[in-house]
């Protein structure tokens, strides 16, 4: 069983960075892909950004390309989500989960992931 919580959220203003964190706990982290979703009020929840086990591949949803860096530290158990020049439009409730899907399952399907933590909320005002 894998417990993840994440962290790091808060209000933020146009423009500004905020970098979230997801930490695992239970079985080996750096066996499993790993992702970020986020939901806005009123919204489904969409995906955001991708990493291998490795690390070495990531994919990311083309309205944060460019601004977004998903990264982990596997030592660490550790999953990161470095965002930057953000806008109200950023604003939600940001989760992460394990990908539990097989090879080839495209890494923004929502079915792919299990064992989402509560989520972190990310505020960005004008």
């Known amino acids: 069983q894998v417990q993840l919580v994440e962290s790091g959220g808060g209000l933020v203003q146009v423009g500004g960075s905020v970098r979230l964190s997801c930490a695992a706990s239970g079985r080996s982290f750096s066996n499993y892909a790993m992702g970020w979703f986020r939901q806005a009020p009123g919204k489904e929840r969409e995906f955001v950004a991708h990493v291998s086990g490795s690390g070495t591949t990531t994919h990311y949803a083309d309205s944060v390309k460019g601004r977004f860096t998903i990264s982990r530290d596997n030592a660490k158990n550790t999953v990161y989500l470095q965002m930057n020049s953000l806008t109200p439009g950023d604003t939600a409730v940001y989760y992460c989960?394990?990908?539990?899907?097989?090879?080839?399952?495209?890494?923004?399907?929502?079915?792919?992931?299990?064992?989402w933590g509560r989520g972190t909320q990310v505020t960005v005002s004008s």
């Open positions: 989960a394990v990908f539990v899907a097989g090879w080839g399952t495209p890494p923004w399907a929502l079915d792919a992931y299990d064992y």
